[in-house]
């Protein structure tokens, strides 16, 4: 991961004196002074890196400015997963200390461990990768994916995480909730796609944990293999193949159309196609991934709602400055709505 360097002083969402009070106290072998570095990838969560006077390296994870009261369990969720998945053959950070007193540092927190490694945040990123270690690395991508969904949350403290039952229908209200109150426009296919995945909606199949967000940018990779899998902020109990149809959505192919910012490695060719990725998860998991478009409609149609939603607050000015190429951002909504479509007609 990238650093953003800065006087620790001056260092936003970090009280440097306080915390390494609390730390100090609460971690084992830390020797002050400390420094906090800001890492870069982070999309919601912020991400530290602290390193000691020993030089050893560890990571404090907060929630993002302004959002204290909003987010102050999550911080204690997210190190309950870690703590559960930690206890299974999935590669984690393991967590050491959780700070729950926002009075240290105006928001709960937790340290873990540093796990070296790269971050292939882009399809550049795929492109510096060495060749021979590309496959591999996507190979391991789906077969931890298969692992993950074999877990019974019940056997790692996980079962009472979420609900188990009816994800697909969970989804589809709050989703369609949100893009009844956001649209900025009247997009029938929208409307068209919501119809048929709710007339399509297959039963689920036991309740596995689902990271939410398993993708290549959110994992450590060293020497063609994944040493860590991080951001669990989005992880919950259900419906294993919706991390199967992410994932394919976020497997891009070279050439291939580009949807929003071009944050897939795989674009760079040598990780494998979509249909080898999907045969390895099949074999590894023994699932029957035969209505896997299903999936991948659901989650671009999703992710449409999403992005509308991002677009809806930037125009009403709820995002500030914050700048947002507008036609952009229709297009890959449109995008996503349009193949969606195409996805679901197809079944």
């Known amino acids: 991961m990238e650093e953003q360097n800065a006087d620790t002083n001056q260092l936003v969402g970090i009280n440097a004196e306080s915390v390494t009070r609390w730390m100090l106290e609460h971690v084992d072998t830390v020797v002050a002074p400390l420094s906090f570095n800001l890492l870069q990838g982070g999309h919601s969560n912020l991400t530290y890196k602290v390193t000691d006077a020993m030089g050893t390296d560890r990571v404090l994870r907060r929630p993002p400015l302004g959002h204290v009261l909003a ?129 399509r909606k297959p039963d689920q199949v036991g309740a596995s944990i689902v990271h939410g967000d398993w993708r290549l940018p959110n994992m450590l990779v060293t020497n063609g293999g994944i040493q860590a899998v991080l951001d669990w902020e989005l992880c919950t109990l259900g419906d294993a193949m919706a991390d199967i149809g992410y994932i394919l959505n976020n497997w891009g192919q070279p050439n291939e159309e580009l949807i929003g910012r071009d944050l897939e490695p795989s674009r760079a060719g040598g990780f494998g196609s979509r249909e080898e990725m999907l045969g390895i998860y099949a074999d590894r998991s023994g699932r029957d991934v035969s209505n896997v478009n299903y999936y991948r409609a659901f989650s671009l149609w999703r992710g449409a709602a999403i992005s509308e939603g991002v677009l809806a607050r930037y125009l009403a000015g709820a995002m500030g400055s914050k700048g947002l190429e507008l036609d952009l951002q229709k297009q890959g909504i449109d995008h996503r709505a349009e193949l969606a479509h195409q996805l679901i007609s197809e079944l």
């Open 71 to 199: 987010t102050a369990h999550d911080m204690a969720r997210e190190h309950r997963i870690l703590t559960g998945i930690a206890r299974s053959d999935v590669p984690v950070p393991r967590v050491l200390a959780l700070c729950e007193d926002i009075d240290v540092n105006e928001a709960s927190f937790y340290v873990m461990e540093f796990v070296p490694g790269d971050v292939l945040a882009d399809t550049a990123a795929g492109r510096a990768t060495p060749p021979m270690e590309r496959t591999s690395i996507g190979r391991h991508l789906f077969e931890l994916l298969a692992d993950l969904h074999a877990i019974n949350p019940d056997d790692i403290g996980l079962g009472e995480l979420a609900r188990k039952d009816d994800y697909l229908g969970r989804q589809l209200k709050r989703w369609s909730r949100q893009w009844d109150e956001s649209k900025t426009r009247e997009l029938p296919v929208m409307e068209e796609v919501r119809r048929q995945l709710e007339a």
